[in-house]
């Protein structure tokens, strides 16, 4: 565990090195121990891969007493078995053509197929790892090594909202329309993020998510069950 300070107001502590599923469940365990544990003591607990951000006031509790607990907390939780995700989210994708214009190019710097790329990438149960970027941006971890592909040397100035998404070892998607530079292998007719509701998230971190490949006739009735707010996210376990 290493800690280091992040302004007047924030402590990170980093429980471990890149995109490890069973460091990021650490991650989250110890963002729900600070958040139920600490109460009033932090104004905010924000998960990343492999690190937690706490912030507080330091002018209600010093940096030294928040590292001293975040310390004991983080002790507290080594002896603990990472929990499963408690629910597995099925994201329906129409991979490439006009959804999935960087398709072909991912399976071309991969020596794949279009065909492979798409069963490769939909193979996995991913783990949200947390949200960040634009309001419910999903970072998922368990991309296939073979997809890893690099960013776009020019990023675009718009994409669709609902765009899968490969930059690098990491998989997402954009819930909004937005500026990106990753490669976009497909598109889901799910909102991701809708302010509308109650709950404008689809996703939270811990959970999983699988892509399950669909048409484009199967995607337009998803879009219009969706905008009809008919459509019920299908869920495993």
Known sequence: MRIRAQGEGGVVIELGDGIDPAVNARVHQLARAVTSRLGDEV???????RSLLVIHDPLRISRERVVERLLALAEELVHRPAPAPQRVVRIPTCYGGAHGPDLDEVAR????????????????????????????FPYLGGLDPRLATPRLDSPRARIPGGSVAIGGVQTGIYPVESPGGWRIVG????????????HPFLLAPGDGLRFV??????FDAIAAEVEAARYATEVEG
């Open 109 to 136: 710097l991969s020596g794949l197929t279009a065909e492979e790329v798409v069963r490769c990438h939909a193979a996995p149960a991913y783990l949200v790892h947390f949200l960040g970027f634009t309001p419910g």
């Open 213 to 218: 490949p669909v048409d484009e006739a199967t």
């Open 187 to 198: 598109r889901t007719p799910l909102r991701l993020f809708d302010p509308r509701v109650a």
């Open 43 to 49: 104004l905010e607990a924000v998960p990343s891969y």
